[in-house]
C-alpha cells in the first residue's frame, strides 16, 4: 500500500521516578494519501500519545521505540528544527478542546495567518486572502469580521471550525484529529464531522480520526484501528470491522451501541475496567482479564494476529472458537 | 469604553475617599498643633490667635473644604519647620524621588522579566536551588541594610560610585544616573526578586495550557512560541504585581533616602515625623496615596491593552 504514513512496531512508555511504564506496544498503523483512518479505544489506551508522537508532541517524560515513517522520513529521530518544517505544514493536528487550544490574545485570523507565514513565502496580505478564503470554506459567516474576533467572542463551534481552517490552511498531507467533536453541542458534532469530510475530499488530506462515536465512524471512515491497554487488537476496513467484529473486545464495543434493531433491550456492557497504567502486566493478551473467552495461554503469551475477511485479529483464538463462547456465554446469561 | 468610564469613576471616588481618610486621620491624632508650634508654656492668647489664624477654632466640615479647596488651588498649606509652603517643598521632593522609584521600577523589571522567563524556561533542578537561595537573600535583607552593603562594596572598596548625596538631571545627566545607581539597585534587588516569582510561576503555569500545544503543533519553535503566545499572556498577573511593587519602592525610598542622603519625599517624610510638622505630613501622606491609587488605575488600564477580554465586559 502507498502509504502517508507508517508506524511499525510502535512503542511508548512513561518514565516516572526511574520506573518505566509501558502505554503503547508495538502498533502498526498504515495511512494512505486522502484516506480518512478511526482510531478506537477506550481512555486511557494509548490513542492520544499515539496520535501525538505522529506529531512530535508526546509528554516529555516519554520514552519512544520502533518507527514512524512520513514519506521517506523517520519521524521519531527528529530534532525540534527539523520538527519545525513537518507541523502545521505537512502534519497538522485538530484538538479536544477548542475552549482552550486557541491564544486568548491574539485575534483567531492573525493565529491563522501565522501559520501560514510560517510556511510560505507569502506577503502579509497575500496570506490574509488565504485566512480569510479558508474561512469561507470551513463554512464561518462574515469572515472579515471573524478574522478580526478574539476567541472569546466565537462559540464552541466556531471555534473548532478556526482550528479546522488552521488545520487545513497549508494543505497538509496528514491531519490527526484528536476527539474533534467530544466537548461541542451533539448539533454542531454532526456539522463538524461533515466539514472534516469535506476538507479531507477537497484538499485530498489523510486523516486520522480518534473518536468514540462508533456511528460518526461508520459514516466518516474507510478504515479502523481498534486499540485495547496500549495494543491494537483489531483493524481493518470499517464495514467488516464494526459490523462483524471477530475480537472479543471489538465484540464488545460494538454490542454496546444503541441501535433501532435492539430497541427496548438493555445495552450490553464490558465487564471490568482497563487496568491503570502501573498494574498493566507485561506479557500475555491485554484484554485477557475481561474476555469471555480467555483461556491460560491468553495470560501468558501475547497473542499474533492472523487475518480474517479483510481484517487483521489479535486473538489465540479462531473466530469459530470465539463465536462458540460468545454464544456459551449469552447462554449461559439466559 | 463603558469599561473606562467606571474606572474613572471608581477613580474619583477613590481619591475622594483617600483625601477623607488622610484629613480624618489628622484630625484624630492627639496634640493640638499651636501647642506644637509655639510650645506648651505658650501664652493662651497667643494660641488662641495662632489657632484662629489657621482656621482651627471652625468646624470639622469648614476645615475639610477649605483644605480641599486649598488643594485644587495647588495650595497644602505651609510647613512649621521650613515655612515654605507644602506644595514647593514636595515638588523639590518629587524630581528626586520620582527618578529614583522610575530608575528602581526600570531595573526591577529588566532584571525581573528576563531572569522570570529564563529561568521558567531552563529552569530545571540544577538552577533552582541556586536561585532560591539568592531570591530569599534579597527577599529577607531589607534595602537599607542592602544599602549600607552596597555602599561599602562600591563605594568604599571599589571606590566605583558616590556614596551619598544626589546630582540633579539637569545639572548633569551622568552624575545623576550615578548617584541613583546604588539607592535604586538596593530597593530593587528585593523588589526584582519577588517579581521573578511571580514571573517565573506565571510562565510556567502558561506552558501547560492547551494553547501552547496547539502553537507547538503550527511548528513554531520553542523560542518563538515563548515570545509570540506565552510571554503576552504571563504578563497578565504580573502587571498586578507591578501595581503593588509601585507602593513597595515609594515605601522602601523612605528609609534608603535616609541612607544615601537624598533629600527626596522619603527624607521629608522622616523629617516632618520627627519634627510634628503637620501639614507637611499631611501633603506627603496624601501625595503618596495618590500616588499609589494611580498607579493601580494604571495598571487597569494597561490591562486592558493586554487583554482583550476585560476591554468587553
Redesign the interface.
Known amino acids: 500500500m502507498n502509504s502517508v504514513c507508517k508506524v511499525k512496531n510502535f512503542s511508548l512508555s512513561f518514565v516516572q521516578d526511574k520506573k518505566e511504564y509501558a502505554a503503547v506496544r508495538d502498533v502498526n498503523m498504515e495511512i494512505a494519501p486522502g484516506e480518512i483512518v478511526a482510531l478506537i479505544g477506550e481512555s486511557g489506551c494509548g490513542k492520544s500519545v499515539t496520535a501525538l508522537s505522529m ?1 512530535g ?1 508526546q509528554p516529555e517524560n516519554a520514552r519512544v521505540s520502533g518507527s514512524i515513517r512520513f514519506g521517506d522520513e523517520e519521524l521519531l529521530t527528529l530534532n ?2 527539523e ?7 505537512r502534519i ?2 485538530i ?1 479536544q ?1 477548542p475552549m ?7 485575534k483567531v485570523g492573525k493565529q491563522i495567518q ?2 501560514v507565514l ?2 510560505q513565502k507569502v506577503t502579509g496580505e497575500a496570506a490574509v486572502k488565504q485566512v480569510l478564503e479558508v474561512l469561507k470554506q470551513v463554512g464561518l459567516p462574515d469572515v472579515e469580521r471573524i478574522y478580526q474576533s ?1 476567541p ?2 466565537l462559540s464552541g463551534g466556531q471555534r473548532q471550525r478556526i ?1 479546522i481552517a ?1 488545520a487545513f490552511v497549508n494543505n497538509p498531507d496528514l491531519l490527526i484529529a484528536d476527539e474533534p467533536t467530544t466537548a461541542l453541542d451533539v448539533t454542531i458534532q454532526a456539522q463538524i464531522m461533515d466539514l472534516m469530510k469535506k476538507m479531507n475530499r477537497e484538499r485530498q488530506t489523510a486523516v486520522l480520526l480518534i473518536s468514540h462515536d462508533l456511528g460518526v465512524i461508520r459514516d466518516l471512515c474507510s478504515r479502523v484501528y481498534i486499540m485495547y491497554a496500549g495494543r491494537v487488537v483489531e483493524s481493518g476496513p470499517v464495514e467488516y470491522v464494526l459490523k462483524e467484529p471477530v475480537h472479543p473486545y471489538t465484540r464488545g464495543l460494538a454490542a454496546a451501541i444503541p441501535s433501532a434493531g435492539r430497541r427496548g433491550r438493555e445495552l450490553e456492557s464490558i465487564p471490568g475496567t482497563v487496568e491503570p497504567l502501573q498494574r498493566r502486566s507485561k506479557k500475555g493478551c491485554p484484554f485477557a482479564g475481561r474476555c469471555f473467552g480467555a483461556q491460560s495461554l491468553c495470560h501468558e503469551e501475547t497473542p499474533h494476529s492472523y487475518s480474517y475477511r479483510g481484517r487483521d485479529v489479535y486473538c489465540h483464538l479462531s473466530p469459530a472458537e470465539i463465536e462458540k463462547r460468545s454464544a456459551e456465554r449469552k447462554a449461559d446469561h439466559e | 469604553m463603558m469599561y473606562y468610564c467606571r474606572k474613572a469613576g471608581g477613580l474619583l471616588v477613590t481619591l475622594a475617599l483617600v483625601s477623607l481618610i488622610t484629613f480624618g486621620v489628622f484630625q484624630i491624632l492627639p496634640g493640638n498643633p499651636a501647642y506644637i508650634i509655639l510650645g506648651v508654656d505658650a501664652d493662651p492668647m497667643q494660641i488662641e490667635a495662632l489657632e484662629q489664624s489657621m482656621g482651627l477654632d471652625k468646624p470639622l466640615y469648614q476645615r475639610y473644604f477649605s483644605w480641599i479647596r486649598g488643594l485644587f488651588a495647588g495650595d497644602l498649606g505651609t510647613s512649621f519647620r521650613y515655612q515654605q509652603p507644602v506644595s514647593q517643598l514636595i515638588t523639590s521632593g518629587l524630581t528626586v524621588t520620582g527618578s529614583l522609584a522610575v530608575m528602581t521600577m526600570l531595573m526591577t523589571v529588566l532584571i525581573g522579566i528576563p531572569a522570570g522567563i529564563w529561568l521558567a524556561g531552563h529552569g530545571g533542578r540544577k538552577y533552582s536551588v541556586g536561585f532560591s537561595m539568592l531570591s530569599q537573600i534579597s527577599l529577607s535583607v531589607p534595602a537599607f541594610c542592602m544599602g549600607i552593603f552596597l555602599i561599602n562594596l562600591f563605594s568604599v572598596r571599589l571606590k566605583w560610585l558616590p556614596s551619598i548625596g544626589y546630582i540633579s538631571w539637569a545639572e548633569d545627566p551622568a552624575g545623576c544616573m550615578r548617584s541613583l545607581l546604588l539607592p535604586s539597585l538596593s530597593i530593587a534587588l528585593g523588589s526584582s526578586a519577588v517579581l521573578i516569582r511571580y514571573v517565573k510561576v506565571s510562565v510556567t503555569n502558561q506552558q501547560k ?3 501552547v ?10 523560542s518563538k512560541v515563548m515570545y ?2 506565552v510571554v ?2 504571563s504578563l497578565i498577573p504580573v502587571i498586578t504585581i507591578l501595581g503593588m511593587l509601585t507602593a513597595d519602592i515609594l515605601g522602601g525610598s523612605i528609609i534608603t533616602e535616609n541612607v544615601f542622603s537624598l533629600p527626596g519625599i522619603g527624607r521629608l517624610i522622616s523629617v516632618s515625623i520627627s519634627s510634628r510638622d503637620l501639614p507637611l505630613l499631611q501633603g506627603l501622606v496624601l501625595y503618596l496615596a495618590v500616588i499609589v491609587v494611580l498607579c493601580n488605575f494604571a495598571v487597569d488600564l494597561v490591562y486592558s491593552v ?4 476585560i476591554r ?1 465586559k
Do not use: C
Request: proline share 4%; hydrophobic share 30%.
Open positions: 506529531i508532541l525540534d528544527r520538527w519545525s518544517f513537518y507541523r502545521g505544514d497538522s493536528m484538538f478542546e482552550t487550544a486557541l491564544n486568548p490574545l491574539i501565522e501559520n510560517l510556511h478574539y472569546h467572542q482550528m488552521m | 495550557q492547551d494553547y500545544r496547539t502553537a507547538y503543533s503550527k511548528g513554531l519553535r520553542k509570540r503566545h503576552r499572556n493586554v487583554d482583550p477580554r468587553l
